[in-house]
Nanobody, 123 residues
Framework: VQVVESGGGLVQPGGSLRLSCAASGWTASWLCMAWFRQAPGKEREVVAA???????SVVDSVKGRFTVSRGDATNTLFLQMSNLNPDDADMYYC??????????????????WGQGTQVTVSS
């Protein structure tokens, strides 16, 4: 399975951005897929996930601003981010694994990772 993210870039504070992710190499069923972010010198933290059964989870810090969704094609994932602020400026990673259940927050649960896409929030 290969994971590729896209959609990062520069956005002004208060602006919006949509990240996309595609996990190729397995289309027989949905994987658990998640978005993580990481700032320099800090640990990678989960933002949101959709499990293989469709269960959706979002961390409290971005609820109401970020929306995670599946695409029409199997194993595609989006992250719609709105009202962005400088604290959201990070490298964003898409991750996938077979099923994540209650472990969706833990990076060690995910077997496949993308290379990351940079989100910069600045005026």
């Amino acid at each position: 399975v290969q994971v590729v993210e896209s959609g990062g870039g520069l956005v002004q504070p208060g602006g919006s951005l949509r990240l996309s992710c595609a996990a190729s190499g397995w289309t027989a069923s949905w994987l658990c897929m998640a978005w993580f972010r990481q700032a320099p010198g800090k640990e990678r933290e989960v933002v949101a996930a959709i499990d293989s059964d469709g269960t959706l989870s979002v961390v409290d810090s971005v609820k109401g601003r970020f929306t995670v969704s599946r695409g029409d094609a199997t194993n595609t994932l989006f992250l719609q981010m709105s009202n962005l602020n400088p604290d959201d400026a990070d490298m964003y990673y898409c991750a996938a694994t077979w099923a994540c259940g209650q472990g969706w927050r833990a990076s060690k649960v995910y077997m496949y990772w993308g290379q990351g896409t940079q989100v910069t929030v600045s005026s």
